[in-house]
């Protein structure tokens, strides 16, 4: 039988065995077995937690949006301004914690599990309505009513820069997605709002 007590510590670890899991192997394609064994328990146990592998996917996933959530409103508290609050939703996108090998990876995979898992689909909604929501409460006082539109292509550019980077083996620059998502808002803000920048 399970401790008692140890259960959030233990679906802890195996949340995040999930995400170093899926990020090595690049796909959804792990076994509870492989999950419960980098996280140092029995899979019979992982499943008395979860239930499936399914669950395991969702929780990690609840997991890394909770994460980037706490991000955002730590980057909002502190910011100074529309301008200042945009550039620190886009750092927490780009954060050491959010935008590192494993949990690139997890992202792109939660994606591909949204087009067949309806809570999955749900959870990548939230996200998305809040990242336009925040986007757009700052960028309307600057753009008035381009506002709604740089918000969705700003999300896009996020996604691009995600997707791009998991194809790299080269590390991770930070630095440079956040110039490069920058760059084309403050493109916007000055008016020079052709076409967002290529997402290479």
């Known amino acids: 039988m399970p401790k008692i007590g140890m259960e959030p510590i233990r679906k802890e670890a195996l949340v995040k065995a999930t995400i170093v899991e899926i990020g090595r192997t690049g796909s959804l394609d792990v076994t509870v077995s492989q999950i419960a064994k980098r996280a140092g328990m029995s899979s019979a146990l992982a499943h008395h937690y979860f239930g499936s592998k399914e669950q395991i996917f969702l929780a990690a996933m609840r997991h890394i949006l909770t994460l980037y959530g706490a991000e955002v409103r730590g980057a909002l508290a502190v910011a100074e301004g529309n301008r200042g609050r945009i550039a620190g939703i886009v750092r927490a996108s780009f954060s ?79 630095s440079a997605a956040v110039e490069k998502v920058m760059s084309y808002i403050e493109l916007e803000l000055r008016g020079e709002h052709d076409e967002p920048p290529a997402h290479g």
């Open 96 to 174: 050491t914690a959010n935008f590192r090998r494993e949990v690139i990876g997890a992202w792109l995979n939660f994606y591909v599990l949204a087009q067949t898992v309806p809570e999955a689909k749900r959870l990548l909604s939230i996200y998305h309505r809040r990242l336009h929501s925040n986007l757009c409460h700052e960028l309307r006082p600057l753009i008035g009513a381009r506002a709604d539109g740089v918000a969705r292509h700003v999300g896009a550019l996020i996604d691009g820069v995600y997707l791009r980077e998991a194809l790299k083996v080269t590390p991770q620059d930070a």
